[in-house]
């Protein structure tokens, strides 16, 4: 058991408190005892002596100091004591232990205390260690008158005190014997209450562990008793609320890093040194940050300075609450970058950075700025042509009805190509649209292409135009949708057919590369060179800068089959010219279903 331990403190502790009461005890019970034996003995040892007195007294005239040393010895040897008879001298007459003829040996017991005591106050008493006797005796006297024969003198009892100190020391052991009992008593119960104790307080410091060792479910489950059974309660109580509010924190802590790890917004949190803490996943994807990068500084993995000046700029002014800036990243993106400043429970000033990817919304914004600039040129053109040719007819008739048709004819024909620009671009509108929440199904590509070609031959046949078609023998199911696909292969076969010239011939194929089908369409017309290529797929743009031709086009075909297209999860492109280096070739492809046969 170790010196500092609870037990051992309490068992010390019982030993001290026991031994100081045993002690005070023992102390005052032994003189009280001791002092209470002597008097007696000295009270009996007076009566013996007045009862010597009076035998002296009434035994009448002795015949001679020989005489009366006889009867001294005698009554000596009767009563078990020491009688001894002193004259005024000092000298001996009498002494029940020595005998008459050994008197005069003795020496003079004038100047004993009890003797000088006796003579001046007609009593006397002594305890002291007796040379003759080699004891300790208790020595009693009183003043005798002398008769005839005897002398004056003083007549001395001496008894012996050892008595009273056996049944003192007897005393003592009794009380040593007691004390062993009790202090042995005493250990046994401080034990078992230091252990109960213990084993009380070791349960609590047993819970406190287990709490500290993030095991919160422990509970003390014996309830001690007494005062230790409201703070095991407390302990219980607190425990469980530590539970429940741990429980609660790591809930919030998972959500909130589902929650970091989810958004699609780079995050990154800096300390109030301004170095990292923690990033998520999108800001790794955004700038491949390292795995060292905890504890750096945003300048060290970003490799941009102006997130570090924002950064700095927000350290050393406390009194901005956030800031944003625009920086363009080397893969073309654009990304916001939102600086707000946070406090930690030491009320240390940190910050946290949100990324923003805003391309698409830039880019968005620079497309709908080109689709109302080209759309308001687009519009601009017949417009005014349409008010000056009313005008005209308003401010100066033409006197002729042909000229005054004629006008009007230009009138209507501008108004067709408004008509057809603003239904172009709702139908490009409603093609975004749909590809939000299209939900495309396995077709057959044969039959769309070929109803999209029955359609479009009656508009060729009055050009004297053929259309030929080179498929494979199978349907050539493709994943798509019913009203895009027939607008795609409209779309196409209406430009071939425009373009063409008369006597003209138009190709459309077919080809299976096994994981999609791949559908052309070819005429001989202009072509379209190089530089042209890939813009003639873009809102509004014309090979011809002439916004009214003959045809009445309103720039948006290529645009709304290409978002078409990209709705199909298929490709779209201008594949050149087409045979003898004459004409256009436009191709898409469609994936096909991965059940349908090959």
């Not at 990292?276 to 905890?294: G, K, P, V």
């Not at 040719?389 to 067709?416: G, S, W």
């Amino acid at each position: 058991m170790k010196l500092r331990s609870f037990q051992m403190r309490i068992l010390l502790w019982s030993w001290g408190l026991i031994l100081a009461a045993l002690v005070v005890v023992f102390y005052y019970s032994s003189e009280l005892v001791g002092d209470d034996l002597l008097q007696e003995t000295e009270q009996r040892s007076m009566s013996e002596l007045d009862s010597v007195l009076w035998l002296i007294k009434t035994h009448g005239l002795f015949e001679n100091e020989q005489d009366f040393a006889k009867w001294v010895d005698g009554l000596g040897q009767r009563l078990g004591a020491r009688i001894t008879y002193i004259a005024k001298g000092g000298k001996v007459l009498a002494d029940s232990e020595v005998g008459y003829t050994g008197l005069d040996t003795m020496d003079d017991h004038s100047e004993r205390p009890e003797v000088v005591q006796a003579h001046v106050e007609g009593r006397g008493i002594n305890i002291r260690y007796s040379d003759t006797l080699r004891k300790e005796m208790l020595y009693a006297a009183v003043k005798l008158k002398g008769e005839k024969n005897v002398p004056d003198g003083i007549l001395r009892l001496a008894v012996p005190i050892s008595a009273v100190s056996d049944r003192i020391d007897s005393l003592k052991l009794n009380f040593i014997w007691i004390f062993l009992i009790v202090l042995a008593a005493a250990t046994v119960m401080s034990l078992i209450m230091s252990r109960n104790m213990s084993r009380e307080i070791t349960s609590f410091s047993e819970l406190a562990k287990s709490i500290g060792d993030g095991d919160y479910s422990t509970r003390i489950r014996v309830l001690p008793g007494g005062e230790f059974m409201s703070l095991a309660q407390s302990i219980n109580t607190m425990a469980k609320s530590i539970e429940r509010n741990v429980r609660l924190i790591e809930d919030q802590k998972g959500q909130l890093q589902a929650i970091f790890e989810g958004m699609r917004e780079g995050v990154m949190s800096l300390d109030s040194s301004g170095r990292i803490e923690s990033f998520n996943s999108a800001l790794d994807e955004m700038f491949n940050l390292a795995e060292s990068s905890i504890g750096r500084t945003p300048i060290e993995v970003t490799r941009r300075f102006e997130i570090q000046d924002l950064v700095d700029e927000l350290m050393e002014n406390p009194d901005e609450s956030d800031k944003s800036i625009q920086i363009d990243l080397m893969d073309s993106r654009t990304v916001e970058v939102s600086a707000v400043p946070c406090f930690d429970h030491k009320r240390m000033r940190k910050m946290i950075l949100v990324f923003y990817d805003i391309t698409e919304m830039k880019r968005s914004e620079k497309g709908l700025k080109d689709f109302v600039a080209n759309a308001s040129h687009q519009l601009r053109t017949p417009l005014t042509s349409i008010k000056g040719y009313t005008e005209t007819l308003l401010d100066n008739p033409p006197a002729k009805m042909d000229d005054a048709r004629f006008f009007m004819e230009i009138v209507l024909k501008n108004a067709d190509h408004m008509d057809k620009v603003i239904s172009s671009m709702l139908a490009l509108a409603k093609s975004e649209q749909m590809g939000k929440k299209l939900r495309l199904e396995p077709m057959s590509g044969r039959m769309h292409m070929s109803r999209a070609v029955n359609d479009v031959t009656p508009w060729a046949t009055e050009r004297n135009i053929s259309i030929k078609t080179r498929t494979p023998d199978d349907e050539m199911m493709v994943m798509a949708e019913t009203d895009g696909l027939l607008h795609v292969f409209h779309n196409l076969l209406n430009n071939a057919v425009k373009y063409s010239p008369d006597d003209g011939v138009i190709t459309v194929s077919a080809e299976d590369d096994g994981e999609s089908i791949v559908f052309c369409v070819e005429d001989q017309g202009p072509g379209i060179s190089r530089e042209h290529s890939t813009k003639v797929f873009e809102r509004f743009y014309r090979v011809d800068e002439n916004t009214i031709d003959g045809s009445g086009s309103s720039g948006l075909g290529l645009a709304i089959c290409r978002r078409i297209v990209k709705n199909f999860d298929g490709e779209i492109w201008h594949d050149g010219y087409g045979e003898g280096t004459v004409g256009a070739r436009f191709c898409f492809r469609l994936n096909k279903p991965q059940s349908a046969d090959t």
